[in-house]
């Protein structure tokens, strides 16, 4: 537990408990998880969407759909064109945390460490590593 919260956290109240479930259901399917991931530098219009992942236009707009009612995602239109982004940097960083929890417990360096450029070694029962 970080210190900065740690006395003032309180039990949640059951509505948040069950959008949260929700939230994780939604982040349980691949293809979702790729859509959020795709989006995490800014918004993007579906056909973008939909090469990125590699899939049709109508299935990724029927994920997004499911992301927009588990309020992940926010929907733009433009014309013809509908966008997509991130709702908020909360979505955006449990997907990136998700992500980059993968790399660590997959072993070796990780991935985001390279990229990095900065960390030699990474400590794996350092808490915030």
């Known amino acids: 537990m970080r210190a900065d919260t740690q006395a003032t956290r309180s039990t949640p109240d059951d509505d948040h408990v069950a959008l949260a479930v929700e939230v994780f259901r939604m982040l ?72 980059y929890h993968a790399e660590h417990s997959s072993g070796g360096f990780p991935e985001h460490h390279r990229a990095a450029g900065a960390v030699t070694h990474v400590d794996p029962t350092a808490a915030n590593s």
């Open 28 to 99: 349980s399917d691949a293809t979702r998880v790729r859509l959020l991931w795709a989006m995490l530098d800014g918004e993007r219009s579906v056909n973008e969407l939909a090469e990125t992942v590699g899939k049709s236009s109508a299935g990724v707009s029927q994920h997004l759909a499911k992301l927009r009612l588990a309020r992940l995602v926010r929907a733009r239109k433009q014309g013809n064109q509908v966008f997509y982004r991130i709702e908020n940097s909360h979505a955006g960083q449990l997907v990136e945390d998700a992500i």
